[in-house]
């Protein structure tokens, strides 16, 4: 396991939101230095995704079909169905689209997420730092999965304000210690 000594992630960068009613999309781009083609199995093979992504699938994500899917810190594993699976370019599921495109030398990831307006700033913070994972995963840097409340160790909080910022939303206020229960002395 790797210690936040170890790992910092960057500032917010590459994200953006669109908006249609009540619907919102999360757009996260980040270049990678690896080919479309290597990007792709780490986006699709469950062992691959196992190591850096925040969730994990009974089965590949690279054809088209149904595959149980768990959110990290969530009991229960949804149904999802790969509606989309144009190796090694397009790769649609649930709510999610990936795209890859051949970019310098490397790939140009693009991923569409729909989420909960609330949520928007988590997810891209909790992406972010899931996309930082994976660069260093495939460059054959491994610093392990840093996701769910694990990711708070490594400066979550200071990606979470930055987007929110960046996308001209509110945080939420965390509270600094528990709330303690008005009926216990």
């Not at 140009?108 to 949520?119: A, G, K, M, V, Y």
Request: glycine content about 10%; overall charge negative; charged content about 25%.
């Amino acid at each position: 396991m790797i210690n936040p000594e170890q790992y910092t992630p960057g500032p917010a960068r590459g994200a953006q939101i669109r908006k249609e009613g009540e619907k919102w999309t999360l757009i996260l781009v980040r270049e990678l230095h690896h080919s479309p083609e290597k990007v792709w199995e780490a986006l699709t093979d469950p062992e691959h995704l196992r190591e850096w992504a925040p969730f994990e699938v009974d089965g590949s994500l690279g054809t088209v079909g149904t595959v149980r899917l768990t959110w990290v810190g969530t009991p229960a594993s949804i149904e999802t169905r790969v509606t989309r699976a144009d190796a090694p370019k397009v790769l649609e599921y649930s709510d999610t689209r990936w795209e890859l495109e051949a970019f310098g030398g490397g790939t140009r990831l693009t991923l569409w997420h729909n989420i909960d307006r609330r949520f928007i700033a988590w997810g891209a913070a909790g992406w972010h730092i899931c996309f930082d994972v994976l660069e260093r995963r495939l460059a054959g840097k491994p610093i392990g999965r840093i996701v769910g409340s694990e990711a708070l160790k490594f400066d979550w909080q200071r990606l979470n304000a930055e987007y929110a910022k960046q996308f001209g939303i509110e945080t939420p206020h965390w509270p600094t210690k528990p709330a303690q229960d008005a009926g216990t002395s």
